[in-house]
């Protein structure tokens, strides 16, 4: 367990790392999404209520680095949807446990989702349970399971959280 | 030809109520093995009626309004949970797991003092009983003496389709609901046309997972309100071809890096990969491969729907079964690569028939009746759907 200077440094890699993630998405950079992530990382988004009862589904699961570019293809070449964008909102990450290489944290998140004609709306709200690895400065997730509040969803989830 | 207004008018919802939800339909509540024990409920809605499922101390299955006699209080705040009674939270009024009022606070008032009216009697205020039936592990229930038996209403048909897919004991993966800006109807439309399946999703065809060369036939029963849509998977185009294509689309541009989402074990041991079954009014059994869900279509207003979605497996599914299914439920659901546009269309729909009380929309495609046929182009389901609709509305 890291304590002290360390632990305020990752603090700020961790919410650098955010920052970061939140703005590729946020700025319709989703190319950028799965290299916030490390080869062999898992990302999958549940609601509260089926992780209270420990159920495995994601509403976006994906298993392998590959999965989640595939999850941007597929958003990119395939999926039909009105254009829209998120704005994510994520205050200070909540340290679990941090090693030198590894951290685990929760950190809140809310997403105004705004379609094209204008219209916003608080889209989704919940926690990231995030497995962080460290190597040489550079930290990715090495899984995130994004936790919804509710169990219900407006009309779709075509933009990753 | 079916008028948009059936889409928009609050006078047609009400009588829906009345004519359809309350008629002589059977309406999915939830799974059987969710209210297994004594004492386990679970609450449901039949349209926008609140019901509570509840297996009482004996073992036997009710359904009933969850509303409190009294004052008509919502009594079950939970979705679910186990009870010996239930108990109104505004005052205090108790029934047992038969519906049966058992217990009014003060009914003899204070020390002699006030109480009931002495003509008011508890067996005269019980909740509002329903019927209820079991298939298969689905519970349904009935507001009406009129609907015939369970068996009867699906068909053998339905029934043996039904049973094709449930078969042994379930395993739930996960729920969500995904909120639909569109009158119910619309999505029952939608789920019985598949018609619009190669089109709208392209996920489909940019990964070749549902060609024109694919086997396949529409089923819909003698009512017209339920359906069945299925299709093989394509010997010739097998799992192996599919690697050897490196899963490129036709224009070679788009290929996916991870294909295990496109694999389909034969499950079921008869080729068919993909089924679409719909109950009327509202329940929808899906096998998009090997992801199974349930979809309870509720509505809530004209213009706004709450699919309700139950993802399933089997409980001696192993655990590369299981993850197989994980990735495949990536295809469906509110982010579901095959079925996120649904969420959206009878939106676009919703919207743009705003204001209309002169137009209605074309249904003709597989000509104008509603039999079984073997070309998936056709829109016989959703004819066979206003045939149901309208025997119950009396239009």
Known sequence: MVLGET???MLIQLMDLHARYSAALDNDRLEDWPTFFT??????????????????????????????????????????????????????????????????AET?????????????????????????????????????????????????????? | MVPYEVFTSTVQYAVETERVFKGPVWSYLGLSRDVSEPSDYLVSAIGEIPIIVVRNLDGVLRAMVNRCAHRGALLCLERSGSARKFSCVYHAWSYDLDGNLTNVAFEKGIKGDGGMAPNF????????RIRIAEFSGLLFGSFSEGAPDIEDYL???????????????????????????????????????????SILHLFFTTFRLNRLTQSGEIIVDESGGHHVSYSRIDQDHSNAQYEKDDV?????????????????????????????????????????????????????????????WTYIGFEDDDEEMQEHRLVQNNMVGPAG???????????????????????????????????????????????????????LMGT
């Open chain 1, 7 to 9: 632990k305020r440094e």
């Open chain 1, 39 to 104: 080869d062999d990382a898992t990302y999958r988004i549940t609601s509260r209520a089926d992780a209270a009862e420990d159920l495995p589904l994601g509403i976006i699961y994906c298993n392998s680095k590959e999965m989640m570019i595939d999850r941007i293809t597929s958003t990119r070449q395939a999926n039909i949807f009105e254009g829209q964008g998120y704005r994510h909102i994520i205050p200070a990450p909540l340290i679990l446990t941090a090693s030198e290489t590894e951290i685990m």
């Open chain 1, 108 to 161: 809140s998140f809310c997403v105004i989702r705004i379609m094209h004609a204008g219209d916003s709306m608080l889209f989704a709200s919940g926690v990231y349970r995030d497995n962080i690895v460290s190597s040489e400065g550079d930290l990715k997730f090495s899984s995130k399971t994004v936790v919804l509040d509710s169990h219900k969803i407006d009309t779709l989830l075509a933009i990753p959280l």
């Open chain 2, 121 to 128: 009697r508890k067996e005269d205020h019980g909740l509002r």
């Open chain 2, 155 to 197: 068909g053998p048909e339905v029934c043996g389709r039904i049973k094709r897919v449930l078969h042994k004991p379930l395993r739930v993966l996960g729920r969500n609901t995904q909120i639909l800006p569109n009158n119910w109807k619309l999505y029952m439309e939608n789920v019985k046309d598949s018609y619009h399946a």
């Open chain 2, 248 to 308: 490129r689309s036709h224009n070679d541009k788009v290929a996916l890096t991870d294909p295990a989402i496109l694999r389909t074990f034969d499950e079921f041991g008869d080729g068919i990969s993909l089924q679409i079954l719909t109950v009327f009014p509202g329940f929808v059994l899906q096998q998009v491969q090997n992801s199974l869900a349930i979809r309870q279509v509720l509505p809530r207003g004209t213009d706004k729907t709450d699919l309700v």
């Open chain 2, 337 to 391: 690569y095959i079925s996120m546009e649904d969420g959206a269309v009878g939106g676009f729909i919703q919207r743009g028939i705003t204001g209309t009380s002169e137009d209605a929309s074309v249904v003709l495609m597989g000509g104008e009746g509603a039999e079984s046929q073997t070309s998936r182009v056709t829109e016989a389901s959703v004819r066979g759907f206003w045939k149901k609709y309208r025997s």
